[in-house]
């Protein structure tokens, strides 16, 4: 690992409070580094994600973008997605293109994304690359029921929904439901290595407030036991939402709260259209700001 100071900060996703959202490590000079070497700090960093910004490959993209949990390397991830987006505009590393859009390259190809507010109130999203729903088998469904200690198809079957993470996404009977889930994390990092999936994320219905739905994430085979608020989850869901028929033809904008349980106020932004494609946003702010010397 070459000996230099590169530029780090750590951006909260999804709040415009420090401590409320889900932090992501953005290293900004991440060039000379290997797979290895990147591994390495993001087990040190131990934050649900750490991103390594490098130049893009193509004329089409603004930066390329490596995403790493503690133990593996994403192809795609959300809220790691606008925190690098929001710690390059910041830097002063990208210039918007016209329509205020930023393109990001990843393993997954060229994600966009768009600035929706300007200034200390700037918003933050993307569009949700293609995804793919992936039916489960019912042994698998009955397992999973196990794990969490209750039913997770009395509303909706379960399915695999492929983001460039692959999500096991489970509708609860409402958000109290989601809200007291106690999974055995052990049996469920199991069942995430046997069925290949990163994890799961399951949903419900909330009656009150300024929020639709409420949601919680889980992801103990990446060594991440609940991560706080989680972009590529919300994405899931709303695709395992417009896939299942419980969003209008038309399609809908809602907010959904996620981070109650680990002491976060995540609100994440969702909006799908009438084609079924999902855009996903919120607010970032920095919180940590400096330089790792490696």
Same mark, same amino acid.
């Not at 390594?52 to 004329?59: E, I, R």
């Not at 209008?248 to 002491?263: F, I, L, M, T």
């Given at each position: /690992?070459?000996? /230099?100071?590169?530029?780090?900060?750590?951006?909260?996703?999804?709040?415009?409070?420090?401590? $409320?959202?889900?932090?992501?490590?953005?290293?900004?000079?991440?060039?000379?580094?290997? @797979?290895?070497?990147?591994?390495?700090?993001? $087990?040190? @960093?131990?934050?649900?994600?750490?991103?390594?910004?490098?130049?893009?490959?193509?004329?089409?993209?603004?930066y390329r973008l490596r995403i790493f949990t503690p133990r593996?390397?994403?192809?795609?991830?959300?809220?790691?997605?606008?925190?690098?987006?929001?710690?390059?505009?910041?830097?002063? $590393?990208?210039?918007?293109?016209?329509?205020? &859009?930023?393109?990001?390259?990843?393993?997954?190809?060229?994600?966009?994304? @768009?600035?929706?507010?300007?200034?200390?109130?700037?918003?933050?999203?993307?569009?949700?690359?293609?995804?793919?729903?992936?039916? /489960?088998?019912?042994?698998?469904?009955?397992?999973?029921?196990?794990?969490?200690?209750? #039913?997770?198809?009395?509303?909706? @079957?379960?399915?695999?929904?492929?983001?460039?993470?692959?999500?096991?996404?489970?509708? /609860?009977?409402?958000?109290?439901?989601?809200?007291?889930?106690?999974?055995?994390?052990?049996?469920?990092?199991?069942?995430?290595?046997?069925?290949?999936v990163t994890g799961l994320t399951v949903f419900g219905a909330?009656?009150?407030?300024?929020?639709?739905?409420?949601?919680?994430?889980?992801?103990?085979?990446?060594?991440?036991?609940?991560?706080?608020?989680?972009?590529?989850?919300?994405?899931?869901?709303?695709?395992?939402?417009?896939? $299942?028929?419980?969003?209008?033809?038309?399609?809908?904008?809602?907010?959904?709260?996620?981070?109650?349980?680990?002491?976060?106020?995540? &609100?994440?932004?969702? #909006?799908?259209?009438?084609? =079924? &494609?999902?855009?996903? =946003?919120? #607010?970032?702010?920095?919180?940590?700001?400096? #330089?790792?010397?490696?």
């Open positions: /690992m070459p000996d /230099m100071k590169r530029s780090y900060k750590v951006v909260d996703v999804f709040t415009d409070q420090p401590l $409320r959202g889900n932090p992501v490590a953005v290293l900004l000079d991440a060039e000379g580094l290997d @797979t290895e070497e990147m591994q390495a700090i993001a $087990r040190w @960093t131990n934050l649900s994600e750490t991103t390594f910004v490098l130049p893009p490959t193509t004329n089409e993209a603004d593996s390397e994403l192809p795609f991830a959300g809220h790691p997605t606008l925190g690098s987006a929001h710690a390059v505009l910041d830097a002063g $590393r990208v210039s918007l293109r016209p329509g205020d &859009r930023l393109i990001q390259q990843c393993s997954v190809g060229l994600v966009e994304l @768009t600035v929706e507010a300007r200034g200390e109130d700037r918003q933050l999203a993307f569009l949700l690359p293609d995804s793919r729903i992936e039916e /489960m088998d019912l042994a698998d469904i009955a397992e999973l029921d196990l794990i969490v200690g209750c #039913s997770t198809g009395t509303k909706t @079957t379960p399915a695999i929904l492929n983001v460039g993470p692959r999500w096991i996404i489970a509708q /609860m009977g409402d958000a109290n439901s989601v809200i007291g889930l106690q999974p055995d994390f052990a049996k469920l990092a199991e069942l995430e290595r046997r069925l290949g909330r009656q009150d407030g300024d929020t639709a739905i409420e949601v919680r994430t889980f992801a103990p085979s990446c060594g991440v036991e609940e991560d706080p608020v989680c972009g590529s989850g919300n994405a899931s869901v709303a695709a395992f939402q417009w896939e $299942r028929g419980l969003l209008p033809v038309d399609g809908k904008d809602y907010v959904a709260a996620q981070g109650r349980c680990v002491g976060r106020a995540g &609100r994440v932004n969702v #909006s799908v259209d009438g084609r =079924g &494609r999902v855009k996903i =946003g919120g #607010s970032c702010v920095t919180c940590v700001e400096g #330089s790792l010397d490696l």
